[in-house]
């Protein structure tokens, strides 16, 4: 039977689906995204769908895939995304469908505990304050029991813990073959599940990684694939970016002191003076710090020049070469002493990269890439690509004339599924297909099945302080308190920077003061508490006799945040969110437009912000029976001709007009 009438028959109404999914019922544009895929599979080559919240899309992608016989690779956004599709969609539908399908999760180094770094960890007499020597006994004990050694399946593990980076391994510090628990290797053990799996599931960051180093296993994974599939695929360009170029942080040379010197002292005392080698890098990664000076946190400085913009060029210019010299000595002292252990082996190949970065950073920026330096309590040197269109052309798709590798020669019959909520704000979605390098691919939008007149409310006041003024926080807040008053909670707000994130979020606590205990919103504040925690208790909302719950969040929350039913009715959003116009590679990408003729503005920014706003609006309605209001509280949405296509890409929810209206709706949604 044809693929295409498989799944035909499947996502019928008393088909499969029907009977193994909860609440299912046939919706026509799952079924034509899920016969677009199984076209692609067939006859190969590169589908884009931006598919509206509600479609089912990850139903959508897995059928085809599944009963195609093929082996799969899933690439998600985030791990949490991950773990959900490989522990819950996947088995359901393998499951429903009834097929001998075996599947396999290969998240990154970092996910997984290595055996020898918590030996290492056991003897560090440097282990942070008493709380981390409780954490470390909790990693032991849980060592022992589990069998994939994946971190997130440890209960009550902070995933900001200090400890995690010393009980698993890096790239740079993998002993490899040589360690001495290479066998039970968690990492090595995951990779093997993997190469004998039908259907593997990753994420985007391990796949860039390895395009960029080839050094998870994907490097043998890939060829033997016919078919992939990137989820929330409108993060790809930003994750490739991140790996595509180079970088280079004063906290990795810290790093690398730090493991120089434990490893010195416990295997090679006396041999080599460890102290003198890693003084030199510590004074190195110092001065590099201080030649900077005092910058806002998170500040990103230019870099065209031969130094950052601000800083002093020969300063700069004797740190860095300080740094690599400091960095060139470590290779040589490690290399006598490298016979003893394969931690000194190891070692020296960092100390030798560590020092080649520095080299790299001392000569101009490449061709087509733009540079930068991140500074916070530790400097991050960047160089980055514009963007992965060519990366993805010529390394991905081994398009563009590009011969395939002599492992890959079956890379033009493969299939290409790239999928989201959000793609774009125009027919061709070009916001993604451009930077990705995907202008010839097939594109298809469905529509969300939400009746967004019925289930929702757009609210954008007429009058309000600009975005630029010193009060527009302070109105955010007031305006998201009376709302979440009204509702005993069940309100995010979501901002565009952490300087309002905090403004906003204190100034609605003192508002929730003035209410009696039992019917104060507990605010939630972004940072305050680990991520997975603060999205459980807000879903939690007004249970066990408590006042439900605020969250003030920015950044990652505006997308990947799921609040279904009661939990959530209203979503407040503090400002339009442009890119900032100030941010080296947001610059470069501006230019490089405008230098082609194009309009930066009409052709980057207005698309960006199109996309964010959308992924945002999102989090308001997640299923059918949801319904709740949103506020953008910039007036320029209303005032601006721009604000028309913004309004646009937005779902088309029903309008409403005054305050008053906006206190009667969320009033209605409160009964």
């Keep these: 039977m044809p693929l295409e009438q498989e799944v035909r028959e499947v996502f019928a109404q008393g088909g499969v689906l029907s009977h193994a999914a909860d609440q299912f019922r046939e919706r026509e544009g799952q079924t034509q995204m899920a016969l677009a895929v199984a076209r692609t599979i067939e006859q190969g080559g590169v589908l884009v769908v931006e598919a509206g919240t509600g479609v089912g899309k990850t139903f959508s992608y897995l059928v085809p895939a599944l009963l195609s016989g093929e082996r799969v690779l899933l690439s998600t956004a985030t791990k949490t995304l991950q773990d959900q599709l490989f522990g819950r969609d996947l088995p359901r539908l393998v499951t429903a469908l009834g097929l001998p399908v075996r599947t396999a999760l290969l998240k990154g180094r970092a996910s997984y505990l290595c055996l020898h770094r918590l030996d290492l960890a056991r003897h560090d007499a440097s282990l942070p304050e008493r709380g981390s020597l409780r954490t470390l006994a909790k990693i032991e004990q849980w060592s022992k029991a589990t069998r994939t050694g994946d971190l997130a399946e440890l209960p009550g593990l902070d995933e900001r813990s200090p400890l995690i980076p010393l009980v698993t391994s890096t790239r740079d510090n993998c002993l490899g073959a040589q360690c001495p628990q290479f066998k039970p290797c968690h990492v090595n053990l995951a990779r093997r599940e993997a190469m004998a799996a039908d259907v593997v599931v990753i994420n985007h960051h391990l796949f860039f990684a390895d395009l960029a180093v080839r050094e998870s296993g994907m490097a043998e994974l890939l060829p033997s694939v016919r078919v992939v599939v990137f989820d929330e695929a409108h993060q790809l360009n930003e994750t490739g970016v991140q790996f595509l170029g180079v970088q280079l942080g004063t906290g990795q040379a810290l790093d690398f002191a730090r493991d120089m010197l434990a490893a010195g002292l416990q295997q090679a005392r006396g041999l080599v003076d460890w102290q003198q080698l ?47 010299q400091a960095f060139a000595d470590a290779a040589r002292g490690l290399d006598t002493v490298s016979e003893l252990s394969p931690d000194f082996v190891r070692l020296q190949d960092r100390a030798q990269q560590l020092a080649q970065r520095a080299e790299r950073f001392a000569e101009a920026c490449a061709l087509g890439s733009v540079r930068w330096v991140d500074v916070g309590t530790q400097l991050r040197l960047v160089e980055s690509p514009l963007d992965i269109a060519e990366a993805v052309r010529s390394r991905v798709l081994k398009t563009g004339g590009a011969e395939p590798e002599e492992d890959d020669d079956d890379a033009q019959g493969r299939a290409w599924v790239f999928t989201s909520a959000t793609l774009g704000d125009d027919p061709k979605l070009r916001w993604f297909t451009e930077p990705c390098g995907l202008e010839d691919a097939e594109v298809l939008r469905v529509q969300s099945p939400f009746d ?35 509702l005993g909670g069940r309100t995010l707000v979501l901002t565009t920077t952490l300087r309002a994130l905090r403004t906003i979020g ?31 208790r807000f ?42 116009p100030n941010d080296p590679l ?15 503005f009409g052709e980057y920014s207005l698309p960006e912000a199109a996309v964010s706003l959308k992924q945002g609006a999102g989090r308001l309605i997640r299923r059918e029976s949801d319904q709740g209001v949103l506020v953008i509280c910039d007036t320029r949405l209303v005032a601006m ?24 709706e969320i009033a209605a949604l409160r009964r």
């Design 539 to 580: 879903r939690e909302g007004a249970s066990e006799g408590r006042a439900g719950c605020v969250l003030v969040a920015s950044a990652s929350f505006w997308e990947g945040f799921d609040a279904p039913g009661d939990a959530l009715q209203l979503v407040v959003i503090d400002k339009l969110p442009f890119p900032p």
């Design 278 to 324: 890693v003084a030199a890098v510590e004074r190195g990664a110092r001065d590099l710090r201080l030649a900077v000076g005092k910058q806002w946190p998170g500040a990103k400085l230019r870099w065209a020049g031969p130094a950052p913009e601000g800083v002093p060029a020969a300063a700069w210019e004797d740190a860095l070469g300080a740094l690599q």
């Design 452 to 486: 967004y007149a019925r289930q929702a409310a757009l609210f954008v006041p007429r009058v309000f302080p600009k975005p630029n003024d010193p009060a527009h926080s302070q109105q955010v807040a007031l305006l998201a308190a009376r709302g979440a008053g009204a």
């Design 586 to 600: 947001v610059e470069a990408r501006s230019q490089r437009l405008e230098s082609q003729g194009r309009s930066a």
């Design 506 to 536: 204190e100034a609605m606590k003192a508002q929730f003061e003035r209410l009696e205990a039992g019917q104060r919103p507990e605010v939630l504040v972004q940072g305050e508490l680990p991520k997975r925690v603060l999205m459980d």
């Design 641 to 664: 001709g721009y604000g028309k296509r913004l309004l646009a890409a937005l779902p088309p929810m029903r309008r409403i007009e005054g305050e008053a209206e906006l206190d009667a």
